[in-house]
Every structure is written in C-alpha cells, then in structure tokens.
C-alpha cells in the first residue's frame, strides 16, 4: 500500500506508462517479489519499473536519478541505470522511475558457489565505486559514521535479536571497532546497503548490484563490511588483499560494522517469523551465517 486506498497492481503501472511514457505500455509487465520502500515490476525484457511504495519521500529515488547516471559508466558490474522519469500524477501521487534491469538472482534467494571469483569481483566493484566524491554529493543521514557514533543502534539490534549466547563475543567485535582509528582522506562514493537482497548472482558468483537509495559520500568500512556479509566462509581475507585500499582501522570498523548488519538481517528474519511488516523470514539464516563469519573473523 502506498496509503490507506492505493494499491500498487500491473494494471496501475500500465496505466502510469500510458499516461507519461505510452512507447513503453505495450511491454510486458511483472511483479518482483519483495521491496519495502519502493516496488519493483520487471518491464519487458531489459526494463524494470521502481514504484514509490513505503518511502515516504522520494529522495531515495531522485538520488538514484541523479548520480547512477555518472556512476555506472565506471563501474565494473551492472547498476541499474534510469532511462525515463515517472512524476506524480492524479493517478498516482508518488514517484516512479523506468530503470535498466540487472539480470541474475538476487543473494537472499541464491547462493555463491565460487568464492574466491566473488571476493575478487566485489573487490573491483568496490575500488571502482570507492573514489573521491564531488562537493554537491548526498551526505548520509542514518549511516555513515564511525562506530562509535552508532553503538546505541548496534546495542537496540543486539538486545532485539537476544542472542544471549553470542552477546559477548559480538560486543566484543563491536568494542574493537569503536576503538578503531578515524578514516583519512576525503570522502568516497559508498553505496550504504550492502546485504544479500541488494546484489544479483549468476553462475555461482556476484553478478551485479541493486538499490543505490542509501549512496552517500563518506567511510567506504560501511560497503568494506560486505566482505562477511555477503561472501562465503574464508573468503574475506581474499577480498582485502584484493581490494587493497583498507588499513587496518578501517578493516576493524568494517568487521564491527558486519556485525550490526547481521543483527539487522537476523532482526529482519525475526519479524517475518512473527508476520510483522516489512519482515522477511530467509533473513534469518543469511544474518546468523554472516555473523558466524564476522565472530571468526578475517
């Protein structure tokens, strides 16, 4: 729902495109399965059709219209990239943006087979998306600051969670982090949003990269800690020496910031258990397996 009266259907977005992009309404039009903020409907073959849902502004959006433009060109995995506006209408009060679709299988329903190659693919992707940012580049507002800044969010994850069991070693990680030095240099491009719904697979190995709503320029550690989010067992170590760029204050910001990513994904597995909105049950062991990863450690 996008209001108490709104339903987002097929017929609803076919009606959206006649109204402002009518060369595209002939297309073949699906639904994805999940999305919270914002819906996606597959278009055709190659286009996919981004419907403001939940958000309740559409500054996620018009960000991804702005800067996936000037990123995508240079970065080594496919992005989604917009190619016509949607604005609200009478129809519809909300935004809607006509993007590319990047093909494979999102991590949360698939699985990555081949390591290594996954370790060195995500590396490239991140020295590539991980350059200086230009001045006018969107600042993070719930994210992007040192872990220290976010312990009472990493300890609201923690208590939610009751891992009663694991608590102290994860308060340890975090604790670590904390401590870590603060990052030199100017800010870089960091897409923000890193977990196993927000990256494609293919043949056993990453395949691309969704959902840029959450870019800012700031700590790279926040994308750095896809290295136990997102990649198998034993494969971080390989992902750092590859990606070649993170000292060690900021490998330890990174593992602590894993850390509350995994609480954050088991959190999420919690409340689909327990049919809350917005819950989405195969969280669960996705979360439990990173941060097994995280408490081993590099």
């Given at each position: 729902?996008?209001g ?9 977005v076919?009606?959206l ?7 595209l309404?002939?297309l ?22 981004r ?7 559409p500054?996620?959006?018009l960000k991804e ?20 506006f ?8 909300k935004?809607w ?7 494979g ?11 290594a ?9 991140l ?32 208590q ?5 069991d694991?608590a ?11 401590e ?21 697979v ?13 870019l ?5 550690a ?19 020496d ?8 900021s ?21 689909g ?9 195969h ?7 990173a941060l ?7």
């Amino acid at each position: 729902m996008t209001g108490p009266e709104i339903v987002i259907t097929a017929d609803l977005v076919r009606d959206l495109l006649r109204e402002q992009h009518p060369d595209l309404a002939g297309l073949a039009i699906r639904e994805v399965p999940g999305g919270w903020g914002n819906q996606m409907w597959r278009l055709g073959d190659d286009l996919a059709v981004r419907v403001q849902r939940m958000d309740p502004t559409p500054e996620l959006q018009l960000k991804e219209r702005r800067w996936l433009p000037v990123l995508a060109p240079r970065l080594p995995l496919p992005v989604p990239t917009p190619v016509r506006f949607g604005e609200p209408s009478a129809r519809f009060p909300k935004h809607w943006t006509v993007m590319t679709w990047v093909p494979g299988e999102p991590l949360d329903h698939g699985a990555i087979s081949r390591g290594a190659h996954a370790a060195d693919t995500l590396a490239a992707f991140l020295r590539a998306l991980h350059v200086p940012a230009p001045a006018e580049a969107p600042v993070a507002a719930d994210r992007g600051a040192h872990p220290r800044d976010c312990t009472a969010g990493f300890e609201k994850f923690l208590q939610a969670v009751g891992l009663d069991d694991l608590a102290a070693d994860v308060r340890a990680v975090w604790a670590d982090a904390a401590e870590a030095g603060l990052r030199e240099g100017p800010p870089v491009w960091v897409h923000g949003d890193l977990h196993p719904a927000n990256v494609v697979v293919s043949d056993g190995t990453l395949s691309g990269v969704v959902d840029f709503g959450d870019l800012f320029a700031g700590d790279p550690a926040w994308d750095l800690a896809a290295a136990w989010v997102l990649l198998p067992d034993g494969t971080a170590s390989r992902f750092f020496d590859s990606y070649a760029r993170a000292d060690e204050s900021s490998i330890r910001r990174a593992r602590g910031l894993a850390a509350m990513k995994s609480l954050f994904l088991i959190l999420m597995g919690q409340n689909g258990d327990r049919g809350l909105p917005g819950g989405k049950p195969h969280w669960g062991p996705a979360g439990r397996a990173a941060l097994d990863r995280v408490l081993k450690g590099v």
